[in-house]
């Protein structure tokens, strides 16, 4: 799988396992610990929910293992919009407006740094300040 599809994957994917799990918690019932953990574990939506999270875990393992984890961790954001998404096309949720207003900034964020470029940046006078607080300068004493 291509990496840029690797990255859409993993929201979708996040996306997919919360709307398999809601459906599942809609079906089950109350009948104590061990019914609810019985219907859980025989519930179709349930086990879809945990399918789509292994295969999520590999697809990510992927993905960390071709970006540093700043710049890839915060694509995981877009989840919480699509998410949002989902509550109100599917399962008719009410989306307010400081809902919309976080989404974008969510979307504006992750937008953000992944065009940070981290190579072209000065970092020396980070690695100066850097080396002086490992060496003890600026130490109160």
Request: glycine share 12%; aromatic share 12%; hydrophobic share 55%.
């Amino acid at each position: 799988m291509p990496m840029r599809l690797s990255w859409l994957a993993v929201p979708v994917l996040n996306t997919l396992f919360q709307f398999f799990v809601k459906h599942g918690a809609e079906g089950l019932g109350d009948a104590g610990v061990e019914g609810w953990l019985w219907q859980a574990l025989s519930s179709y939506w349930i086990l879809a929910a945990v399918a789509v999270e292994i295969a999520c875990f590999f697809i990510w393992m992927n993905v960390l293992a071709e970006l540093d984890l700043s710049r890839a961790f915060p694509l995981s954001g877009i989840s919480y919009v699509l998410i949002i998404a989902t509550g109100w096309f599917v399962f008719g949720e009410k989306v307010v407006a400081l809902q919309v207003i976080g989404s974008g900034l969510i979307l504006a964020g992750v937008w953000l740094i992944a065009s940070a470029n981290v190579e072209t940046e000065d970092h020396g006078d980070w690695h100066a300040k850097r080396d002086g607080l490992q060496s003890g300068a600026g130490k109160d004493g």
